[in-house]
């Protein structure tokens, strides 16, 4: 059904498959530490480079 090659092309798939997973899950966790480690600088009163205005 799925031809000859299928032993090898499934598996390449599914690893695929994982890595794009793997990387989505890393993005999504480095911002969200990333996010809170902003919030608790400018809680202490730390600004960013480009607010105008001094906020």
Request: aromatic share 10%.
């Amino acid at each position: 059904m799925f031809g000859k090659h299928a032993a090898f092309i499934l598996p390449s798939y599914g690893i695929t498959g994982l890595v794009i997973v793997a990387l989505a899950v890393w993005i999504i966790v480095t911002y969200r530490q990333r996010r809170r480690e902003i919030e608790r600088l400018e809680e202490s009163g730390a600004n960013r480079r480009g607010a105008k205005g001094g906020q």
